[in-house]
């Protein structure tokens, strides 16, 4: 079909453009309920009563740590609803039903819930000399992490700095949501999710279920960015309301709730310390972490300050490294992953302190980087694994044309490691039936559009045209096992099970077929095939952004161009990777100009819209170049990650170009608006 | 959008609108263009016991010059100020403003009357009033009555209107010869609110003196404020005369009293008033100067 320039068989995005995408919130099934949710207006408080809805007295249950979260065991449950007290503004405390959003929304007026307010743990700099949030714990310490060995060094270049990246919300155009079903057996669940299985072992979970009864189905889902990849609470409520009332149930929440109660990125502050000789070459580093878990230490808050000390030292080589780590308690909504989960904050760290070397030793940014790039595999004194990397950066300063811009523009420029969520695998089926392919992966598209690398690797693999592909969004009930789309994986790992699903499924054809055997046959036939890729080699890969700043008339900064050149290894559709990067080099620039969750300081989110909370707009986007270095990788098609390179490189790339421009030094992100003024605001801005 | 239930009324006179507000006793909210209304509605901050929708009201939308006056209509939709020559050529200042108010989808549907008479220091049009010693025409259930602008925004989200009153039109003077207004707004992203914004309104004398001179400021304090000092500084004064523009920037400042949040520091923010205010002289000036 072919709609004005666009067709749609080239381009089936046009179906999201035509208002022809089905998302959660499109259901309707008979009978079908509204849940909403009645959420804490207290950042802590004592919860003396809850009259009406479904309540923490009836619903007694606790979430699990699934997903992208999961390993994040902690001593402190989860309440699905709190009966007994709330740690933060949103939290569930009770659930009503009605025939629509609107009944139900005024049924929550309803609800009579009696609080003592406590006063709130908002500074996590402040979070372990204060009162432990969750009565009946030692304290507010989550988890605690040392890295490397301790070390006595003098060098003549000492530098140190206290750096912060502050929290961000996800922001996903669609905001979560969830219809669940009973028929007194299974419960199926419509998901707007980055993994049906997280979201099964989850429910199952909390809910007391064996996981063969309940069945989660991917819809077209907007965006996650992380936030959807593990459970909320809302969840498990609505399935629960749908299994009692043996109706269907709907939750679908408003951006107000999703920027409440939403799990949040970053909030992390690194004080680096790095030692190098007088021509920038490092000769240590020592770091100490603290992260801000929020509430409840489910949302990857008990592993992510390890994660991060882990991967410091980037694609460097240091002869000694030395972090320490911890992850405290706020009353905040929970910390969780924000595309890059962790690698943005080790990259933004690093990347700071090597242009504080340039800056202390006079030796070019680049220069100090190539120095102490390496040109064999190293393992990091903190136990990271990298591949080597001097040749790949020079490369990326050939693309950017490094020197020759440098001496027009104001420029900065970032070197960095993506470490791809590899771990655990993923799972692809194929079925042939009816002269048609059906594809499934484990975990699948929230937006990237995993549907064109999907038909491509399998049309290439079996010999079939395409059109007979019919890509499937996930469905427990139609794939036995999976993981989930996230960490840069799906390209990989789901783009590997694919292939080998492929050839299992080629093979038994061949077998059946014999001589008879062509592509075309296979058609014709009933086939199966199912694969579980598990990569057995490291896939830790490089990239590099370069980006430029200007004033504005106003006397404002803003970042004017972004070059990405990432080792993406083989592209597997150019327009797809592009799009995808230049969506991230929006996020990136927006976390170093604008966006940010700002609390009150009794615990209230101030940045409640999506424009308070700092979205960017088309005409705040920089120019964006897009280049990729393809080295394939051992995989069987060669592929390597890339979702997250930008909101790893673009932060410290565009701060540097910001810094050089005003002359400032920058190290908190977001850079607040009167900094990024040229007027100086001491000077009043009297200079015209 | 889930508000809270109301009743629904859509009179087609101004008439039937007041006496629909007049035996609400309070509890009814006009819903002209919606932008400010129904962002209140949807996250349940109003619950107005009745909305009474005023777009069906006949000729409340007309921008024309009479009896000295620049009229424009209360629903007059901010988009249609974009579009209008002869704004561009005589009433600068509103004529920009009306392109920074939010984004396109919201200046299509935003009126005039609705942008002024919501009191939200935030919104641009009234610092373009207050310089441009703009009057304001409202009808209630004993007739009509006259606003200077000055006098018409009483506080945050508060103005003169009573409750069963409504704003019909928006009054310039219309400027002698040799006049130029301009509209400066910073704003941290593009459709925000802004960060600062000023209105600059000036009538050039025989020397290209400024004979008469408006400030308005927008954004930093509770209510949209008029520089009075500030103008005071320039009378007499020409904008190329750095000493005067500075005080005179200096003055509009200390008139401001911004709060500290999300869009700066309060200091950034007299700091952009400063700026803002030197640069609004300037480019007022010149359009004076270029008309004859």
């Not at chain 1, 009563?49 to 902690?74: F, H, N, P």
């Not at chain 1, 911890?326 to 890059?340: F, I, W």
């Not at chain 1, 292939?499 to 093979?507: M, P, T």
């Not at chain 2, 441009?132 to 506080?155: C, I, N, Q, Y």
Request: with cysteine; aromatic share 6%.
């Amino acid at each position: 079909m072919s709609v004005g320039f666009v067709d749609e068989e080239q381009d089936p995005d046009v179906r999201f453009v035509r208002g022809a995408g089905r998302y959660v919130d499109d259901i309707k099934l008979e009978g079908m309920q509204h849940l909403y949710v009645v959420r804490s207006p207290y950042a802590r408080a004592r919860v003396l009563s809850v009259k009406g809805g479904i309540t923490g007295d009836e619903l007694k249950a606790t979430m699990e740590s699934v997903g992208e979260d999961a390993g994040g065991r902690s001593t402190v449950s989860f309440p699905v609803l709190s009966a007994s007290y709330v740690s933060y503004v949103g939290q569930p405390v009770a659930a009503v039903l009605g025939g629509d959003k609107y009944e139900a929304a005024d049924k929550a007026e309803e609800v009579d819930v009696q609080y003592e307010p406590l006063k709130p743990v908002m500074d996590p700099e402040r979070s372990l000399e204060s009162e432990p949030i969750h009565p009946g714990t030692e304290s507010n310490l989550v988890a605690a992490a040392e890295l490397g060995k301790d070390f006595e060094l003098k060098a003549p270049v000492e530098v140190d700095e206290t750096l912060r990246m502050e929290r961000i919300a996800p922001n996903p155009m669609e905001t979560k949501g969830m219809v669940a079903s009973y028929d007194g057996s299974l419960l199926t669940v419509y998901a707007s999710t980055q993994s049906p299985f997280s979201w099964r072992e989850g429910l199952a979970g909390s809910l007391g279920l064996k996981e063969e009864s309940v069945r989660v189905v991917q819809m077209d889902t907007g965006g996650g960015f992380g936030s959807k990849g593990g459970i909320y609470p809302e969840y498990v409520v609505a399935a629960y309301a749908a299994m009692k009332t043996k109706r269907p149930v709907k939750w679908s929440e408003s951006r107000y709730e999703n920027l409440l109660a939403t799990n949040m990125g970053r909030g992390v502050r690194g004080r680096m310390k790095v030692y190098a000789d007088r021509k920038g070459k490092l000769k240590g580093l020592k770091a100490d972490l603290l992260v801000d878990v929020g509430a409840y230490p489910l949302g990857g808050g008990a592993w992510t300050a390890k994660w991060i000390a882990s991967q410091l030292v980037g694609p460097y080589a240091v002869p000694k490294a030395y972090a320490t780590a911890k992850a405290v308690l706020t009353n905040k909504v929970n910390m969780g992953p924000y595309r890059g989960a962790g690698r943005p904050e080790a990259a933004f760290f690093m990347e700071r302190m090597m242009d504080r070397i340039a800056d202390e030793t006079g030796v070019d940014a680049a220069e100090v980087r190539l120095r102490n790039a390496t040109t064999r595999r190293t393992i990091s004194p903190l136990g990271m694994e990298a591949p080597p990397s001097r040749r790949f950066f020079m490369e990326a300063l050939r693309a950017f044309k490094y020197s020759s811009r440098k001496k027009k523009e104001k420029v900065g420029l970032s070197f960095f490691m993506l470490i791809p969520a590899a771990y655990g695998g993923e799972s692809a089926k194929l079925a042939v039936k009816g002269g048609r392919v059906k594809v499934w992966m484990g975990g699948s598209s929230h937006g990237q559009r995993h549907d064109v690398f999907a038909k491509k690797l399998v049309s290439e693999e079996l010999g079939v045209p395409q059109d007979v592909i019919d890509f499937q969004h996930t469905d427990t009930a139609a794939i036995s096992g999976g993981v989930g789309s996230w960490g840069s994986r799906t390209a990989i790992l789901g783009g590997g099970a694919l292939v080998e699903a492929s050839r299992s499924l080629k093979a038994a054809a061949k077998k059946e077929l014999g001589k008879g055997y062509s592509p075309a046959r296979i058609l014709e036939g009933d086939y199966e095939a199912e694969a579980f890729f598990k990569p057995k080699d490291m896939l830790n890969t490089l990239g590099a952004n370069l980006a430029t700043a200007r004033l504005t008339k106003e006397g404002n900064a803003v970042v004017e161009e972004v070059l990405s050149f990432y080792d993406a290894g083989k592209v597997l559709n150019q327009f797809m990777l592009e799009s995808q990067v230049t969506g991230g080099v929006a996020q990136g620039v927006g976390e170093v100009m604008y966006e940010r969750a700002v609390y009150s300081e009794d615990g209230q989110l101030l940045t409640a819209s999506i424009a308070d909370a700092g979205v960017i707009h088309a005409t705040e986007m920089p120019k964006s170049v897009v280049m990729t270095a393809a080295h394939r990788s051992t995989l069987p098609h060669g592929a390597k990650g890339v979702g997250e390179s930008p909101t790893i490189g673009v932060p410290p790339a565009a701060t540097r170009a910001l810094e050089v421009l005003l002359g400032r030094r920058f190290t908190t992100l977001p850079i607040e608006p009167e900094k990024l003024w040229a007027l100086d605001v001491s000077d009043g801005g009297r200079t015209r | 959008m889930i508000p809270p239930r109301f009743e629904y009324a859509a009179p087609k006179s101004i008439g039937e609108a007041v006496g629909l507000l007049k035996s609400s006793g309070g509890e009814a909210k006009v819903l002209a263009g919606g932008q400010s209304m129904i962002p209140l509605l949807k996250l349940r901050l109003a619950a107005p016991a009745l909305l009474v929708d005023i777009n069906r009201i006949e000729g409340l939308d007309y921008i024309r010059e009479s009896g000295g006056f620049l009229r424009v209509g209360a629903l007059t939709r901010v988009a249609t100020l974009s579009r209008s020559a002869l704004l561009e050529r005589r009433y600068g200042a509103l004529h920009d403003a009306s392109l920074t108010i939010a984004d396109p989808l919201v200046r299509n549907l935003g009126t005039v009357g609705g942008n002024i008479s919501h009191g939200d220091p935030s919104n641009d049009l009234p610092a373009v009033l207050l310089a441009a010693e703009g009057e304001l025409a409202a009808t209630g259930p004993s007739g009509g009555r006259t606003f200077r602008a000055e006098d018409f925004f009483v506080d945050t989200f508060t103005t003169a209107l009573a409750q069963d009153e409504i704003l019909t039109e928006a009054r310039i003077p219309v400027p002698p010869p040799r006049s130029g207004g301009v509209y400066l707004k910073v704003e941290q992203k593009v459709a925000d609110f802004a960060t600062a914004g000023v209105a600059v309104q000036v009538s050039l004398g025989r020397e290209s003196e400024c004979a008469k001179v408006g400030i308005g400021l927008t954004g930093v304090g509770p209510t949209a404020l008029k520089a009075k000092k500030a103008e005071g500084a320039m009378l007499g004064k020409k904008a190329t005369d750095r000493k005067a523009v500075e005080e005179a920037g200096e003055l509009a400042a200390d008139a401001s009293s911004p709060a500290s949040d999300i869009r700066g520091t309060a200091e950034y923010k007299r700091g952009l008033i400063r700026m803002l205010v030197a640069r609004g002289l300037d480019r007022a000036s010149q359009r004076a100067r270029r008309k004859s």
